[in-house]
């Protein structure tokens, strides 16, 4: 084997043993699902003031074009995560111990609270058909708090600040733009999807019940990221799942588009 043969195959295997093949295997699954993708979004963190950047933005839209709305936008914002020999322990509750409508709602909110004068009945009726289409109102597991044992890197807190936070820059970078050409907030609908993917090793550990058990989908419920009243529902999975939950997002894409023609 020559030297650079040699080279080669060291530089291959150092990759294999990075994030990237994770990163790799769900971009080709995007493009499989049609999404317009933007790897590697860089912003900048509110808090800190420096670029980061999240592993995807991706976007899909529904030409609605009636005089409740003009076009749905759907964000996918996703951050891959290798996890190796560390494990994300996800702490949830039953679903009747909190307002769940506080944490689904901020996922949905910027779009149609833009114009308070405005009243009407038959639009916020639509908005409110979109919850009951949305995999947030299903029967996945919601966590309140996390853990990671075994490793002092929190890397699931770390993921969560990229994520919120990089949503929180494209969402101002939207609705500067709508301002700068002004365009009426009021007749397009921006959905936004925080996802979390990780290759393994996510648990769940019910605190009234105190089982713990391996999953692949866990809703992860916070407030205060960006803004001390802002809360989120983000999706944590696990890769082996993200084609069926991009087959989801379609599905209700479709959904969302039937609303409109009622």
Request: proline letters at 2%; one cysteine or more; aromatic letters at 14%.
């Amino acid at each position: 084997m020559s030297s650079n043969d040699d080279l080669i195959k060291r530089i291959k295997d150092d990759i294999s043993k990075s994030g990237y093949p994770l990163e790799i295997e769900i971009y080709k699954l995007l493009k499989d699902f049609n999404w317009m993708i933007m790897p590697q979004y860089y912003y900048k963190d509110r808090i800190t003031n420096k670029e980061k950047s999240i592993d995807f933005i991706c976007r899909k839209s529904v030409l609605i074009d009636n005089k409740y709305f003009y076009s749905v936008f759907i964000y996918l914002f996703i951050e891959c995560k290798k996890l190796e020999d560390k494990q994300w322990v996800l702490f949830t509750i039953s679903r009747d111990s909190f307002d769940e409508e506080n944490f689904i709602i901020e996922n949905l909110q910027f779009s149609y609270k833009r114009d308070k004068k405005m009243k009407i009945t038959k639009r916020d009726e639509l908005v409110t058909s979109l919850f009951s289409i949305s995999h947030l109102n299903s029967n996945i597991p919601r966590a309140i708090n996390h853990y990671v044992p075994f490793n002092k890197n929190d890397s699931f807190y770390k993921a969560i600040n990229q994520n919120i936070n990089a949503l929180i820059f494209k969402k101002d970078s939207i609705d500067n733009t709508l301002e700068e050409y002004n365009i009426k907030q009021l007749n397009n609908l921006f959905i936004f999807y925080p996802i979390i993917i990780c290759d393994k090793n996510l648990y769940e550990y019910k605190v009234h019940t105190e089982e713990l058990s391996k999953k692949d989908h866990i809703l992860f419920l916070t407030k205060g990221i960006g803004n001390e009243f802002s809360s989120y529902a983000i999706d944590v999975i696990t890769s082996d799942i993200f084609s069926d939950y991009l087959h989801q997002i379609d599905t209700q894409l479709d959904s969302i588009f039937n609303v409109f023609l009622e």
